[in-house]
């Protein structure tokens, strides 16, 4: 069994893109986008929420924020989790077959991703206004990408520890784990035959995300004690590369790529403060403290660039992977912000 499977990460509907031209100017035939569903949608169309997920993840990933006892109620909403390309469900170099499979998959974009996923929205929901869209990460950067490109559809959104233009720092780190990646000859300019033929690499690619996925201080307190780790090597093997062992390089080599050209500015002639003077939802803008990828200040630079938003800053010294709600602090911290937003009233 693959790591991609729906016995590991449960069934996915398909939308069928047919002959999708990417933003690159090539045509990926055939291109699918995966998703998933939570509730039911009402009568009148209105009680839908958008939840893309993040880079290297699925719609399993945010699965883990939906309850009848959570802000996001199925008994209430209709929450679509929609998938990415390069995730390994919807087309990714893992699963298209040539001329663009493996090392041969285009380059694709956060745009890319939020026009299939707005087709999906609109064409086979036939939604016309979204309640929220929320995301985290990556799915930051589609939140930004669906509240500048679609004002009118979006009344709220949630971007949790992402930008809307990747920053140069991050875009450097970005790079530097795509190439931990390629650093392996096994790799064979991802063409190779097997994914666990790379694990050279993806064991590299796991160390660094070790160093800036976290933070100095969550080492200091030795806090993977507190989920079960019993020394520091044991948190490296059995935590991050445990993660990352079974998933396939080129799928995060292009979802990478995809996370470091994010940049909702394009859409302006890279004036940031004018597309983000687009966005007409009530925002949350909520950074998490230590992040080293998504920095707090790097968050809030932007959040004083769209009207009707507010800041706010999950603590925890999971830093960047807050979001995985390893302790009850950041599940409640994060359902707070959630909730707080699906109650602010927006005309």
Same mark, same amino acid.
């Given at each position: 069994m693959g790591y991609y499977s729906e016995e590991l990460h449960g069934p996915h509907e398909t939308f069928e893109l047919g002959n999708f031209e990417l933003e690159s100017g090539i045509t990926l035939p055939d291109a699918k986008l995966t998703y998933k569903t939570h509730g039911t949608l009402n009568e009148a169309r209105d009680n839908a929420i958008l939840f893309p997920h993040m880079w290297s993840g699925t719609p399993k990933a945010m699965e883990i924020f939906i309850g009848e006892d959570r802000p996001l109620n199925?008994?209430?909403y209709f929450i679509v989790l929609p998938g990415q390309f390069a995730n390994g469900f919807s087309s990714s170099p893992s699963n298209t077959p040539p001329p663009f499979n493996g090392g041969a998959f285009p380059n694709v974009t956060i745009g890319d991703? $939020?026009?299939a996923q707005h087709r999906l929205?609109?064409?086979h929901f036939g939604i016309e206004r979204l309640e929220l869209v929320l995301g985290w990460s990556m799915g930051a950067e589609q939140t930004y990408e669906w509240a500048v490109c679609h004002p009118g559809m979006v009344k709220r959104a949630l971007p949790f520890a992402g930008t809307a233009k990747t920053t140069p720092h991050d875009y450097l780190f970005v790079r530097a784990h795509e190439d931990a990646l390629k650093s392996d000859p096994a790799w064979a300019g991802g063409f190779y035959r097997d994914q666990a033929d790379v694990h050279v690499g993806l064991r590299?690619?796991?160390q660094l995300w070790s160093v800036m996925g976290l933070c100095q201080e969550f080492y200091k307190a030795e806090a993977w004690r507190g989920v079960g780790f019993t020394s520091l090597d044991d948190? $490296?093997?059995r935590f991050w590369e445990a993660?990352?062992?079974p998933m396939d390089p080129n799928n995060l080599i292009w979802m990478g790529w995809k996370w470091r050209h994010g940049d909702v500015s394009r859409h302006t002639?890279?004036?940031l403060e004018a597309a983000l003077g687009r966005i007409s939802a009530k925002t949350f803008v909520?950074?998490?403290s230590h992040d080293m990828f998504f920095p707090p200040e790097d968050c809030e630079a932007e959040q004083g660039l769209i009207a009707n938003s507010e800041f706010r800053v999950v603590d925890s010294l999971w830093a960047h992977f807050a979001m995985f709600c390893l302790t009850p602090s950041e599940r409640e911290q994060i359902d707070s912000c959630i909730g707080d937003l699906l109650k602010a009233e927006v005309a």
């Open positions: 199925p008994g209430k991703d $939020v026009r929205i609109s064409e590299r690619h796991a948190f $490296v093997h993660y990352f062992l002639g890279g004036d909520v950074a998490f």
